[in-house]
């Protein structure tokens, strides 16, 4: 069992959770939470890639010269790789990159994810965080106000909250996300994460008191 502090917005402590991690995940299968980001990150590829080859690029197909008696290595077209201008002898075509792994295995690596961060004590609670309107001031006074101020973070709020996306965008390294959005890349890129305490009850599927 971890006893967690959580902090109000000002950075003073106003209570504690106990959560345990093996709740979340009894292990932490680090290859799969290897895999697991190895196919978030091979999603986010473009893959539009392309060279021509040399049935692409322009020029005659007629043989450069004989083939023999010129004292001349040997020489098809002009198109050939190996010449100037011609095309790429294994050209590059656009391909999808994207694939899938089993949902439970993905579900899994995310609940991993989490629990490693309450395992390396880089998971801050706060017990609130709202604002009336986007403000990036407010939103650096809380950050500050933890400590995590200049360090690469991930908010975390129970449920969308656009004045906490809006308030949060324009800071350098620091990104939001719901807790209906978190996978295992989202939460093991940035070093800390920041989580309200209704978010991480959504976490735990503990329901809130």
Known sequence: MTTLPIYNRSGAEVGKYDIDPATLAPAINRQLLHDVVVMYQANARQGTQKTKSRGEVAGSTRKMYRQKGTGRARAGHRRSGIRRGGGHIHALVPRDYSYRLPKKAVRSATRMAIASKIDAGDLVVIDELTFTAPKTRDMNSVLRALKLAGTSTLVTTATYD????????????????????????????????????????????????
């Open 162 to 209: 656009v004045n906490v996306l809006k308030s949060a965008r324009n800071i350098d390294k620091v990104t939001v996300a719901p807790v209906a959005d978190l996978n295992a890349l989202c939460v093991l890129k940035p070093r800390r994460m920041l989580v309200t305490k209704a978010a991480l009850d959504a976490i735990c599927r503990k329901p809130a008191s």
